[in-house]
């Protein structure tokens, strides 16, 4: 099983971009898809997190400029990020939760940077 995540790059700050991930496995083996993030400094935090009725969780730093969601005939999570501070500059990792199953399946992370 892979997810394959993408849309990350360089930005400057205010500006938007979406990330994409895909997974090798069918949506109907998925409960829960996420995006977590690590900072410079910082561990590893959840930004987003959307089940398969569609309710939303957003890390508060986020609330109001970033929209996850999914399209399970495609078996992918987006992120959209709009507005975004050179403070979310890090790498974005995609994180999907098999049904059953007690742990996360990753992806490889996609680098974001935010210039001032």
């Known amino acids: 099983v892979q997810l394959q995540a993408s849309g990350g790059g360089l930005v400057q700050a205010g500006g938007s971009l979406r990330l994409s991930c895909v997974a090798s496995l069918s949506a109907a083996s998925i409960d829960i898809m996420q995006w977590f993030r690590q900072t410079p400094g910082n561990q590893r935090e959840l930004v987003a997190r959307i089940t398969p009725g569609e309710n939303r969780i957003y890390a508060d730093s986020v609330k109001g400029r970033f929209t996850i969601s999914r399209d399970d005939a495609k078996n992918t999570a987006f992120l959209q990020m709009n507005n975004l501070k050179p403070e979310d500059t890090g790498v974005y990792y995609c994180?999907?939760?098999?049904?059953?199953?007690?742990?996360?399946?990753w992806g490889q992370g996609t680098l974001v940077t935010v210039s001032s």
């Open positions: 994180a999907m939760l098999p049904r059953g199953s007690a742990n996360n399946l």
